[in-house]
């Protein structure tokens, strides 16, 4: 059973950046499509970013754009989510999401993905 875990989340001043990771135990991400979606207090699961390993293509939420950037380590071991100029409204519980797939591309439902981490808090204050 894959595992997904996820480290870099806490806590951080608006403005300011943190790096997200994540992992699967015991194999690599060659060949997944790699999502992290959020939960904040009260609201659905969201996408924010996700990347397909074999082609480097990415995608994004709007409200996302130009602040974060997600990307894998060149063994596929690992799927970073860096948020720079973080706001209040990103505090949220982040979480990796993968599936293996033969498509490229990335899905942005969470339905699509049948892999899922634990979450990782991260706390924005204004």
């Known amino acids: 059973q894959v595992q997904l875990v996820e480290s870099g989340g806490g806590l951080a001043q608006a403005g300011g950046s943190l790096r997200l990771s994540c992992g699967a135990s015991?194999?690599?991400?060659?060949?997944?499509?790699v999502g992290w979606f959020r939960q904040a207090p009260g609201k659905e699961r969201e996408f924010v970013a996700g990347i397909f390993t074999r082609s480097y293509s990415t995608a994004y939420q709007d409200s996302v754009k130009g602040r974060f950037t997600i990307s894998r380590d060149i063994a596929d071991r690992t799927v970073y989510l860096q948020m720079n100029s973080l706001k209040p409204e990103d505090t949220a519980v982040y979480y990796c999401?993968?599936?293996?797939?033969?498509?490229?591309?990335?899905?942005?439902?969470?339905?699509?993905?049948?892999?899922w981490g634990q979450g990782t808090q991260v706390a924005v204050s204004s």
């Open positions: 015991g194999r690599t991400f060659n060949g997944y499509a």
């Open positions: 999401a993968a599936r293996f797939t033969s498509v490229p591309g990335v899905g942005n439902i969470e339905q699509w993905y049948n892999l």
